[in-house]
C-alpha cells in the first residue's frame, strides 16, 4: 500500500511525493525511495514527452559537411531519419531550411546550390515524399507521412551541394529544422541539423587558337585575310564576367615599321548568353576595351580578325606581328592572357592593264578625224624599291595587208593624276617608236601609282584605207 501511495503521489505532483517521503525516517529507507523517485519520474518524462521521437544521423558524423568545393564538384551526402511513435496516431515529418545558408563574408548562398531528395524504398510504412531531386530552401516540404497506425519508421534522405553553381567563395554554414507533429493532437518534436562546406569556385579561362601558338594573317590569298579564335569561359552559373580587350603591342616588323592599328579589324560572334557591343567588324585599339560581359556564368565565343584591304594596299611587305591582351574580371576571377598576333604582308610588284579595245583602229581612211585609245595602267607594289614601266612596241600600226602608218601619225603622252608618285618624259603627245621605252618613273620609296596612256592616230591623205591595230607590252622593273 505505501508503495502504490508512493508512485500516485509522484505522478500526482512533487510536492506531495515529498511529503510521502517524510514517514520515512531511516536514511537508508529514504535513499531507496530517492531512486525510486527519479526512475518513475524518467517514465513519466518519456509518457508525457516522448510519445514522438525523433533522431536525425548523418553517415558522416553528427554533422551534415560537404568539406571543400569547387566548381567542378556534385558532392552527396545520406541521412538517416528515424520516427518512433508510442501513440498508434498519425504523424508527419516536415523539414525547411531555419535561415538562408549564408558564408563569413554574409553572402547568401545561391539557393541553386542545395539539393535534396529522399529515397524511395528506405521506409517500412506510410508514404515518403520529395523523392525526385528539389532545391533546399525555407519553404516547408513534407517528407513523410505515417499510416493511419502511427507504427515507426525511417528513411535515407539525400542532401547533395552542385559547386558547378557555386559564385561566391568562403565557409558557408546552415541550419535544417525538422518537425514531427501528431496529425491528430498537436504534438510535435523539433530537430536541427548543421551543415557546412567550403566553397572554393573556380573559373577556368582557355583560349584555342587553330592555328597553334600564335594567330595568323596574310595578303597571300583571300582566306588568308581572316582568322577567328575562340574563348571558353567554364564558370557557375550567375558568375559575373567581364572580358577586356587591348592592343599592347601594334603590328611591327623588324625594321621598326608600325602598321596602323586600323588595317586589322575584329569583331565577336557566337555568343548563346552574355553581351558585346563588338558584334560588327571594328578596328583594334590601345585602349582597353570590354569585348564581352555575362552575369550567367560560362559561355564561349569567338574573337575574329580580319585584314583591311584597302588599307593593306598601302603597306610594306614583311612579317609584322602584334599583341593583343585579353584580360577576365569578375566573380573569383582576375586573369590575363596574351595573344600574339602574325600579319604576313607578301610581297607585291604587279602592273595592271586596263584597255577596251586595245591598239586597234578600225575603218580607216584618208579622210577619217582624229581617233583616241585610252589605256590606263595600274602598279601595285609593296617592296618600297623604286620602278620603271617600259612600253614595248613590237610593230607599228599595221592593217591586214600589211600597210602601215608612219610614226608621225601615231603619238602618245601620259597623264600622272598625281605626280608624287612619278614622272615621265611624256607629258605632251609624241611619236610611237617601235622598240622599248621608259614611259614612267615611281618616287624613291616605289609607291604604287596609276596613270592613264593616250594614244593618237592622225590620218594622212596618203593612207591605205583598213583595219590597224599593233601589239604593246608593259614591263615592271626595279630601277
Excluded: C, W
Amino acid at each position: 500500500m505505501l508503495y502504490y501511495k508512493v508512485i500516485k503521489n509522484i505522478i500526482g505532483g512533487r510536492r506531495e511525493v515529498k511529503e510521502s517521503l517524510s514517514f520515512f525516517m531511516d536514511k537508508t529507507i529514504k535513499m531507496k525511495m530517492g531512486i525510486l523517485f527519479i526512475y518513475i519520474a524518467a517514465m513519466n518524462t518519456f509518457v508525457a514527452y516522448g510519445a514522438l521521437n525523433l533522431t536525425v544521423t548523418p553517415y558522416e558524423g553528427i554533422y551534415l559537411r560537404f568539406g571543400e568545393v569547387d566548381s567542378t564538384s556534385y558532392i552527396n551526402r545520406e541521412v538517416r531519419i528515424r520516427m518512433i511513435s508510442t501513440e498508434a496516431k498519425q504523424y508527419r515529418l516536415r523539414q525547411r531550411l531555419l535561415q538562408p545558408v549564408v558564408n563569413d563574408k554574409g553572402e547568401v548562398l545561391n539557393e541553386e546550390v542545395l539539393n535534396f531528395y529522399t529515397v524511395r524504398g528506405t521506409n517500412a510504412f506510410g508514404s515518403l515524399y520529395q523523392d525526385t531531386l528539389r532545391l533546399l530552401s525555407i519553404r516547408d516540404e513534407i517528407l513523410y507521412t505515417s499510416n493511419s497506425a502511427g507504427d515507426s519508421d525511417s528513411f535515407i534522405i539525400v542532401y547533395s551541394v552542385d559547386g558547378r553553381k557555386m559564385s561566391q567563395r568562403g565557409h558557408f554554414q546552415g541550419k535544417i529544422l525538422y518537425t514531427l507533429e501528431s496529425l491528430s493532437e498537436g504534438n510535435s518534436e523539433t530537430y536541427i541539423l548543421d551543415l557546412s562546406f567550403d566553397a572554393n569556385p573556380r573559373i577556368d579561362v582557355t583560349i584555342e587558337i587553330p592555328s597553334g601558338e600564335n594567330v595568323r594573317l596574310d595578303t597571300k590569298n583571300e582566306s588568308g585575310l581572316k582568322s577567328s579564335f575562340k574563348i571558353k569561359l567554364d564558370a557557375p552559373s550567375r558568375s559575373s564576367i567581364n572580358v577586356y580587350q587591348e592592343l599592347v603591342e601594334p603590328f611591327t616588323d623588324k625594321k621598326g615599321k608600325v602598321i596602323k592599328d586600323e588595317v586589322v579589324k575584329f569583331f565577336v560572334s557566337g555568343l548563346s548568353k552574355g553581351e558585346s557591343n563588338y558584334l560588327t567588324v571594328s578596328p583594334l585599339t590601345r585602349k582597353k576595351t570590354l569585348v564581352y560581359s555575362s552575369r550567367s556564368g560560362g559561355n564561349e565565343f569567338y574573337i575574329n580578325l580580319s585584314v583591311d584591304k584597302d588599307l593593306i594596299k598601302g603597306v610594306s611587305a614583311g612579317m609584322y606581328r602584334g599583341k593583343l591582351i585579353y584580360y577576365f574580371e569578375g566573380d573569383n576571377i582576375n586573369k590575363v592572357i596574351p595573344v600574339n598576333i602574325e600579319l604576313e604582308v607578301t610581297k607585291i610588284f604587279d602592273i595592271k592593264v586596263i584597255s577596251k579595245e586595245g591598239l586597234s583602229f578600225f575603218n580607216i581612211k584618208p579622210d577619217s578625224p582624229p581617233k583616241e585609245k585610252v589605256v590606263k595602267v595600274e602598279v601595285n607594289t609593296n617592296i618600297g624599291v623604286p620602278y620603271q614601266v617600259i612600253q614595248r612596241f613590237s610593230m607599228p600600226l599595221t592593217d591586214e595587208k600589211g600597210n602601215t602608218i608612219a610614226d608621225k601619225f601615231f603619238r602618245m603622252k601620259v597623264e600622272l593624276p598625281d605626280e608624287d608618285k612619278g614622272k615621265t618624259d611624256f607629258l605632251d603627245f609624241s611619236p610611237v617608236d617601235v622598240g622599248d621605252k621608259v614611259i614612267f618613273t615611281s618616287n624613291t620609296k616605289g609607291e604604287r601609282a596609276t596613270f592613264n596612256i593616250i594614244y593618237r592616230l592622225d590620218v594622212s591623205y596618203d593612207v591605205v584605207a583598213g583595219n590597224y591595230s599593233t601589239q604593246v607590252t608593259y614591263l615592271l622593273s626595279e630601277k
